[in-house]
T-cell receptor, first 115, second 115 residues
Framework: GAGVSQSPSNKVTEKGKDVELRCDPISGHTALYWYRQSLGQGLEFLIYFQGNSAPDKSGLPSDRFSAERTGGSVSTLTIQRTQQEDSAVYLC?????????????FGPGTRLTVL | GENVEQHPSTLSVQEGDSAVIKCTYSDSASNYFPWYKQELGKGPQLIIDIRSNVGEKKDQRIAVTLNKTAKHFSLHITETQPEDSAVYFCAASISIKAAGNKLTFGGGTRVLVKP
């Protein structure tokens, strides 16, 4: 079946502009995660959604970052007033988070470049 | 919070040889340890995972070992093939039902298998 999809695949923006990144999780997956991967680095947790529970925002680096998940499915990560240090690949993952099933399935990511 | 260190950062092996990647973690409460493989331009893909109640797990040419006392775990790839060339990430989390599975990733190991 279809995996996690993300759009756009690439985004180039100017410093100070706002950007929106979209994630479509695997159908039926209740958990959705956003991670950031800076060049040559490991992945850094940003935010987690589970069903109708309040999201875990503990990884968001500043108040310029926000995310929402509408209808328990699609999620949008918004970065306001982008800075050059926001340049990275933003990865979305979804999982069932049921019983012993913890596997997170990742999308291909959105490469964000802030000029 | 959790901190995961991964070594080496790069690993070059001859086809057919074994590759070993090691990770250490800091939080003794961590109980879930997945390994991900990331190919160029793609999101990470789970290749094997282990839970803290198990010391070793194998899947064909891949094995993972966990030493809870020393807080380290390792990935072993035997009979390496050119298609094993990729970046490998270890991760750790405290997996609690209904509380999410925030992964803390190591910095990654770039593996090159030379034919």
């Amino acid at each position: 079946g279809a995996g996690v999809s993300q759009s756009p695949s690439n985004k180039v923006t100017e410093k100070g502009k706002d950007v929106e990144l979209r994630c479509d999780p695997i159908s039926g997956h209740t958990a959705l995660y956003w991670y950031r991967q800076s060049l040559g680095q490991g992945l850094e947790f940003l935010i987690y959604f589970q069903g109708n529970s309040a999201p875990d925002k503990s990884g968001l680096p500043s108040d310029r970052f926000s995310a929402e998940r509408t209808g328990g499915s699609v999620s949008t990560l918004t970065i306001q007033r982008t800075q050059q240090e926001d340049s990275a690949v933003y990865l979305c993952a979804s999982s069932l988070d049921r019983g012993q099933s913890n596997e997170q399935f990742f999308g291909p990511g959105t490469r964000l470049t802030v000029l | 919070g959790e901190n995961v260190e991964q070594h080496p950062s790069t690993l070059s092996v001859q086809e057919g040889d074994s590759a070993v990647i090691k990770c250490t973690y800091s939080d003794s409460a961590s109980n879930y340890f997945p390994w991900y493989k990331q190919e160029l331009g793609k999101g990470p893909q789970l290749i094997i995972d282990i839970r803290s109640n198990v010391g070793e797990k194998k899947d064909q040419r891949i094995a993972v070992t966990l030493n809870k006392t020393a807080k380290h775990f390792s990935l072993h790839i035997t009979e390496t093939q050119p298609e094993d060339s990729a970046v490998y990430f270890c991760a750790a989390s405290i997996s609690i039902k209904a509380a999410g599975n925030k992964l803390t990733f190591g910095g990654g190991t770039r593996v090159l298998v030379k034919p």
